[in-house]
DNA sequence: AGGCGAAAGTAAGCAGTGTCAACATCGGAG
DNA sequence: CTCCGATGTTGACACTGCTTACTTTCGCCT
């Protein structure tokens, strides 16, 4: 109780609370409006303009965050792959990402990108640095570039394709396996 | 002037001509909402009701249209890739209607499908089964469902991130260049 | 201590949206 | 010719993002 709810009028940290709740909203349901995290943060509809110019500066905000997540999700274990078998493993944990928080994957890819600002493009060039730095260390040999692109687009597509529906499976455990065997069916003899 | 307007009134195809205006302001502009649709057809505002069900009826079929526009592109001179160099061009054409038709492209897989729409389902299914088939017959040997899933998947992953900024090329050129790289570097040796 | 400016919140309101219910109009089958 | 069902219209409701103007509180300076 040390940041919260100090005298009832000035919220303390109103700002983390809507993110917050926001961000609740988000993997609860689908959609969120200002005036429902307002409220759900027991604040008029107005307050949030203080702390965001507009309903896409809230949403950069929890896209950044969402970034960030996305990051640690790939770097869970703390290492780079070293083999092309632990670059499935990422695109593995990318769809699993995407599957887990649909609505958050969906509004950090899935809005025309205002690259105003400034959080939000940090988180994803960090992201895109992480998979190009696990690019080169598992094929050093072969074009970079083209490679990491391709590592990227694959997981990237694959996560889209099974959020939309438009590939089925039927547990998550096949989803993690028809990923592995994707990625398998493609990095066979690269490098 | 044939098919529209007869009396006033009575529109006289006014399905039709919603679906026109509506893809339209898709490829104009950004968002369209029923009213200005209705609006753009010279019609009152709940006039589209008697057509569709709801609004996401409407983007159904506009998805639709959308899945059968890019069928016809990634087929477009008749004949299915015959190689692994031909199959790279189907990420190419898939990759340039993302980015000659963002906001359709956007319509068609950004948003949460609903799958009781037997159109829409029918489209995205066949667009499912020229791409199986396509790489079926490119790579006859190796294990069809993992390489058609990591070759729609490669293709709809680039069309998303240069969509969304995440990747970034000069020209529309260079887009190309870079997509046929990112195939090479991955179909090297299959098959 | 006291007061004062800025920060953080509220209230009222505008334009726009999706949707519903009730009413108007017209074309075509009987 | 008549009437009925399909098609369009009007009006309204609840909701949204956002602006403007007002109020309350915090914290710093003297």
Same mark, same amino acid.
Request: proline share 3%; hydrophobic share 50%.
């Given at each position: 109780?040390?940041?919260?709810?100090?005298?009832?009028?000035?919220?303390?940290?109103? *700002?983390?609370?809507?993110?917050?709740?926001?961000? /609740?909203?988000?993997?609860?349901?689908?959609?969120?409006?200002?005036?429902?995290?307002?409220?759900? @943060?027991? #604040?008029?509809?107005?307050?949030?303009?203080?702390? =965001?110019?507009?309903?896409?500066?809230?949403?950069?905000?929890?896209?950044?965050?969402? =970034?960030?997540?996305? *990051?640690?999700?790939? #770097?869970?274990?703390? +290492?780079?792959?070293?083999?092309?078998?632990?670059?499935?493993?990422?695109?593995? @944990?990318?769809?699993?990402?995407?599957? *887990?928080?649909?609505?958050?994957?969906?509004?950090? =890819?899935?809005?025309?990108?205002?690259?105003?600002?400034? +959080? *939000?493009?940090? @988180?994803? %060039?960090?992201?895109? +640095?992480?998979?190009? /730095?696990?690019?080169? /260390?598992?094929?050093?040999?072969?074009? %970079?570039?083209?490679?990491?692109?391709?590592?990227?687009?694959?997981?990237?597509?694959?996560?889209?394709?099974?959020?939309?529906?438009?590939?089925?499976?039927?547990?998550?455990?096949?989803?993690?396996?028809?990923?592995?065997?994707?990625?398998?069916?493609?990095?066979?003899?690269?490098?």
């Amino acid at each position: 109780m040390s940041t919260s709810e100090k005298s009832g009028y000035h919220h303390g940290d109103l *700002r983390a609370a809507l993110l917050t709740t926001a961000m /609740q909203m988000l993997e609860a349901g689908e959609s969120f409006s200002l005036r429902a995290v307002a409220r759900g @943060a027991g #604040v008029s509809a107005t307050a949030p303009y203080r702390h =965001f110019a507009d309903r896409d500066a809230l949403e950069s905000a929890l896209a950044g965050e969402g =970034f960030r997540d996305l *990051r640690a999700d790939l #770097v869970g274990d703390g +290492e780079l792959p070293a083999s092309l078998d632990d670059l499935a493993e990422f695109g593995v @944990a990318y769809v699993s990402f995407a599957l *887990r928080r649909p609505a958050l994957f969906r509004l950090m =890819f899935g809005t025309p990108c205002d690259d105003e600002n400034d +959080e *939000r493009v940090r @988180a994803a %060039a960090a992201l895109n +640095e992480l998979l190009a /730095q696990a690019l080169a /260390q598992v094929a050093p040999g072969a074009d %970079a570039g083209a490679l990491a692109d391709a590592g990227w687009g694959l997981a990237h597509g694959l996560a889209c394709l099974y959020l939309d529906g438009k590939l089925v499976a039927g547990s998550s455990g096949e989803v993690e396996a028809r990923v592995r065997a994707a990625f398998a069916a493609v990095t066979a003899n690269v490098g």
